[in-house]
């Protein structure tokens, strides 16, 4: 059973002594309550360097009021490897309009303050973690080598906007003067950093690192890199004098990391430069494997206690990386690359035989799938492509699906003596459903646990062309389909459809469309969201420069304009609610 002979890796010097270490070799630094989980980025990270014989140690919300934690485990030998968790710190702390979040899914009790006062220092999770922490570990040991990792790293790690400063900010590399950044989902730029630290070896020319360098070094390291090898991304200086660059900026990083290039990006700070090394290669179906195979306890350390992301994903399983959906409000493609990486049967059903073990498991895989779940198992006609953009304006014909693996996979894990439900809740792609007809039905009869979800993010062309996502079109197709196979099936089928409201180039007229249009559908609009612009992101890069990808003037809505579309959304969902309450009662009496 997990849990009862497995350890967590030590969090306190006692546990380290207790498995007879004087010392460790790496301390992982995390913004998040610490869960052995392998949703949870921190604990793959821990279990591979683990895997790989190194002494690993995890401080967990360490206290950012001083140094003390970040000496709790002595100067680790290798490095501090920091990460602000499995969410940007900004984000965790705050919402799309800057208020604060009273509330931090991450934490013990989704409390994210200490004992004590309501402020900033006093908050478990401190803003922009990164370089807050980089500095306390710098603070507690003035030569140790610091790492930085994680989504907020990885999407900060060249100049950025922060919409809660609501400027530009330079890389987190530079502010944070750490040692070396990786990027992406670094399990292999980490192993490389680690052995390389071993033998006191140079942590440079790191495949899916940033480095930061002086003037000087940068021009030492021109006289080695062919110029042809090289992209120059607008420099601070260019960026703040002209804003509009912004998008020139974004749009090169992203076509360097959908295109995998093998060259390098370059961009001058306020002081000195970033220079990033090409990508790391996707995961092969064996590495994936062998990563999600790693003993993991899968579940909190004692010292989290009840963390309610973890109630979320406790019996989930991640079955598929990469998405090449490219949407323009979303970083996964930035993050974990455009191409998909698909685990194998074998690896799913062992983690799935190791959760019906597991004491609180009540018969339900809560999930089987990654950031869009129906692609596991697609790959590409002719091996990929510089463009990896399979899904707009429409699927790629070179895009292969293949139903029958996620089919297979679904009965296989069903089968399983202990499991009674299975269900998919990550996110599914409707213009994929819609090709994949039997699957779609499997998934309304079986494996939907409630309404299936789904995102058509809005319904109007120009709003839509913005995101990069499917046309309207695509969702009243869908929405036909389910209901013809529901009438087929004598099922009621639910549809929750997601939408964002105030993104760049959307005004309250389209709102009020979206609505009209939602209606006809017989749809009831229940999860919406402001757009946030988060780091890392080509809807981001709109807000900041005022123009679409193509250099064209948009209207970037203000922030009660922003406030006003989502009223209009709201206020039809609280009226559609309240009709649904009235024929539900009439219903009551009737009967």
Not at 142 to 168: C, M, N, P
Not at 273 to 289: A, F, G, R
Request: proline letters at 5%; one cysteine or more; charged letters at 25%.
């Amino acid at each position: 059973m997990p849990g009862s002979t497995l350890q967590h890796l030590p969090t306190t010097l006692q546990e380290c002594r207790k498995r007879g270490w004087q010392s460790v070799d790496i301390v992982l630094v995390t913004g998040d309550a610490y869960i052995d989980h392998p949703s949870f980025g921190v604990a793959l990270i821990g279990r591979l360097l683990e895997h790989h014989g190194l002494r690993v140690a995890i401080l967990a919300q360490p206290r950012h009021d001083s140094a003390i934690d970040f000496q709790r485990f002595g100067k680790p030998h290798l490095f501090f490897g920091i990460t602000a968790g499995n969410l940007d710190s900004i984000v965790a702390n705050y919402t799309g309009n800057g208020k604060v979040r009273d509330s931090d899914a991450y934490s013990t009790d989704g409390n994210p303050w200490w004992p004590g006062q309501r402020s900033k220092t006093n908050r478990k999770r401190p803003d922009r973690a990164s370089i807050v922490y980089a500095n306390l570990a710098r603070e507690a040991y003035k030569e140790v080598t610091i790492v930085l990792g994680g989504v907020e790293a990885s999407l900060r790690r060249f100049i950025h906007y922060d919409y809660k400063q609501k400027r530009l900010r330079n890389s987190v590399l530079t502010d944070a003067k750490a040692d070396i950044l990786t990027y992406g989902m670094a399990e292999k730029s980490i192993l490389s950093i680690a052995r390389r630290l071993q033998h006191n070896q140079k942590i440079t020319a790191i495949d899916g690192s940033c480095e930061r360098l002086t003037e000087n070094q940068f021009k030492e390291r021109l006289v080695n890199i062919p110029a042809e090898h090289l992209t120059y991304l607008p420099s601070w200086e260019e960026l703040s004098t002209d804003p509009t660059r912004f998008m020139e900026a974004e749009l090169l990083i992203d076509k360097h990391m959908r295109g995998k290039a093998t060259g390098r990006l370059v961009q001058k700070q306020q002081s000195g430069w970033v220079l990033q090394h090409q990508p790391q290669p996707s995961p092969t179906e064996q590495e994936l494997d062998e990563l999600y195979d790693l003993p993991f306890t899968r579940i909190p350390h004692p010292s989290a206690g009840d963390v309610p992301a973890y109630r979320m994903i406790r019996h989930s399983i991640t079955t598929v990386r990469g998405c090449p959906g490219n949407c323009s409000f979303c970083a996964i493609t930035r993050h974990q690359g455009p191409a998909v990486s698909s685990r194998s049967h074998r690896s799913i059903l062992r983690e799935a035989e190791t959760i019906t073990a597991m004491t609180d498991f009540s018969g339900t895989i809560s999930d089987l799938g990654g950031p869009t779940a129906n692609l596991y198992g697609t790959t590409c006609k002719i091996g990929g492509c510089k463009k990896h953009d399979c899904l707009y304006p429409e699927v790629c014909e070179h895009l292969q699906l293949n139903e029958q693996a996620l089919l297979t996979l679904l009965d296989n894990v069903a089968s399983l003596k202990e499991v009674k439900h299975v269900f998919i809740s990550s996110g599914l792609r409707m213009e994929l459903l819609l090709k994949t007809p039997e699957l779609l039905e499997r998934l309304l009869r079986y494996h939907t646990p409630g309404a299936l979800k789904i995102a058509p993010e809005h319904t109007e062309p120009n709003v839509l062309e913005l995101m990069h996502k499917e046309s309207h079109e695509i969702l009243r197709e869908f929405v036909a389909e389910c209901r013809r196979i529901g009438s087929r099936l004598n099922k009621k089928v639910e549809l929750t459809p997601y939408v964002i409201t105030g993104h760049p180039g959307s005004t309250e007229e389209d709102a009020s469309k979206l609505v009209r249009k939602m209606h006809n559908l017989g749809l009831a609009v229940r999860k919406f969201q402001d757009f946030t612009p988060t780091p890392g992101t080509l809807a981001t890069a709109m807000q900041v420069s005022g123009q679409d990808t193509a250099g064209r003037k948009i209207l970037i809505p203000s922030a009660s304009q922003k406030n006003r579309q989502r009223a209009i959304v709201e206020n039809a969902f609280h009226k559609s609610r309240k009709i649904g309450r009235r024929r539900h009662l009439k219903r009551r009496k009737r009967n």
